[in-house]
């Protein structure tokens, strides 16, 4: 790979307005300008996502209307020319170094590159307590390395030769199909690293009904993909440990410094809460549906006989 590759930044967009400030983050990258190359995959039906990529020369714009964004991010990368394929998300803030900290990871010889992913609050010290909750534990780039050779495409750049070894992202997954590709590159030999240095800035969810939300995308979606990889048990019901109190959630709180003050530290308490719970709630609700799902199944079946 040249030592200054062309870079071609991967954004997934789905009626999102911080796509502009997302783009004029992108605009400002210390990496040679003439050497980026930005694609806008349309995910959704908001004309001001066009408007908005229409207005800054030389960002290409892609229709994917179908499916999730994983499927937005592979049309992006078939009309790509980008020896590198950056990807980050449009409610992300990549810092000015972000791609030069990452190519000069690949230049070293990783294949793959896990950047910092900073979670950050409307209000460090007063915040919801969802968005105290996602600022100790949204993110783990650095744990997801070093246990699976995992990576989040909030910040996640690659090479071409990787990316096309691997194959696309299964588009059929609504979640975790970035954790996945980069699981599938793994096996094939290929090589995660963690950068701390390539950092992208990311809002922090701020309210329970998007932390349910998120739940449910997550949890189903793992199900999800041990159904599409032959795994025909049904959904798993909570682990027991799940039903009890989160008591380390003191020992964390005070150990955080992403915590600031009292305030923040009562409120990632009640988030830690909330989370255990309705994880375990969630985690039953697809447990039940997937099991009535069966029986429909093979009442159907053994009517049909």
Same mark, same amino acid.
């Given at each position: 790979?040249?030592?200054?590759?062309?870079?071609?930044?991967?954004?997934?967009?789905?009626?999102?307005?911080?796509?502009?400030?997302?783009?004029?983050?992108?605009?400002?990258?210390?990496?040679? =300008?003439?050497?980026?190359?930005?694609?806008?995959?349309?995910? =959704?039906?908001?004309?001001?996502?066009?408007?908005?990529?229409?207005?800054?020369?030389?960002?290409?714009?892609?229709?994917?209307?179908? =499916?999730?964004?994983?499927?937005?991010?592979?049309?992006?990368?078939?009309?790509?020319?980008?020896?590198?394929?950056?990807?980050?998300?449009?409610?992300?803030?990549?810092?000015?170094?972000?791609?030069?900290?990452?190519?000069?990871?690949?230049?070293?010889?990783?294949?793959?590159?896990?950047?910092?992913?900073?979670?950050?609050?409307?209000?460090?010290?007063?915040?919801?307590?969802?968005?105290?909750?996602?600022?100790?534990?949204?993110?783990?780039?650095?744990?997801?390395?070093?246990?699976?050779?995992?990576?989040?495409?909030?910040?996640?750049?690659?090479?071409?030769?990787?990316?096309?070894?691997?194959?696309?992202?299964?588009?059929?997954?609504?979640?975790?199909?970035?954790?996945?590709?980069?699981?599938?590159?793994?096996?094939?030999?290929?090589?995660?690293?963690?950068?701390?240095?390539?950092?992208?800035?990311?809002?922090?969810?701020?309210?329970?009904?998007?932390?349910?939300?998120?739940?449910?995308?997550?949890?189903?979606?793992?199900?999800?993909?041990?159904?599409?990889?032959?795994?025909?048990?049904?959904?798993?019901?909570?682990?027991?440990?799940?039903?009890?109190?989160?008591?380390?959630?003191?020992?964390?709180?005070?150990?955080?410094?992403?915590?600031? =003050?009292?305030?923040?530290?009562?409120?990632?308490?009640?988030?830690?809460?909330?989370?255990?719970?309705?994880?375990?709630?969630?985690?039953?609700?697809?447990?039940?549906?997937?099991?009535?799902?069966?029986?429909?199944?093979?009442?159907?079946?053994?009517?049909?006989?």
């Amino acid at each position: 790979m040249h030592a200054r590759p062309r870079v071609s930044v991967v954004v997934p967009v789905r009626d999102d307005p911080r796509l502009s400030a997302c783009l004029d983050a992108l605009a400002r990258q210390s990496y040679p =300008g003439e050497l980026i190359e930005v694609v806008v995959a349309d995910n =959704g039906d908001d004309p001001a996502v066009r408007e908005v990529v229409a207005a800054r020369p030389g960002v290409r714009y892609v229709a994917e209307p179908a =499916g999730g964004s994983y499927t937005a991010r592979n049309a992006a990368v078939l009309v790509s020319t980008g020896e590198v394929l950056a990807f980050t998300d449009s409610d992300c803030l990549p810092e000015e170094g972000w791609l030069e900290h990452a190519v000069r990871a690949l230049t070293k010889g990783a294949d793959i590159v896990a950047g910092r992913v900073a979670v950050y609050a409307r209000d460090a010290s007063r915040p919801h307590p969802v968005e105290a909750y996602e600022l100790v534990h949204a993110f783990p780039q650095e744990t997801y390395v070093a246990r699976s050779g995992a990576s989040v495409t909030a910040n996640m750049c690659t090479t071409r030769a990787a990316f096309d070894a691997a194959g696309p992202f299964r588009s059929e997954l609504y979640s975790g199909a970035d954790v996945e590709w980069a699981q599938r590159a793994n096996r094939l030999g290929l090589r995660t690293v963690y950068c701390a240095d390539a950092v992208v800035h990311h809002p922090a969810r701020d309210s329970y009904s998007a932390l349910r939300t998120k739940l449910r995308r997550v949890i189903a979606g793992r199900h999800e993909r041990d159904v599409l990889d032959g795994h025909d048990a049904p959904a798993p019901w909570p682990a027991l440990r799940s039903l009890v109190p989160p008591l380390g959630a003191v020992r964390r709180a005070r150990a955080a410094q992403q915590l600031v =003050g009292p305030r923040a530290r009562a409120a990632f308490l009640v988030g830690e809460v909330y989370h255990r719970y309705v994880a375990a709630w969630v985690t039953t609700e697809l447990a039940v549906r997937d099991r009535l799902r069966r029986r429909r199944g093979a009442g159907a079946g053994a009517g049909s006989r």
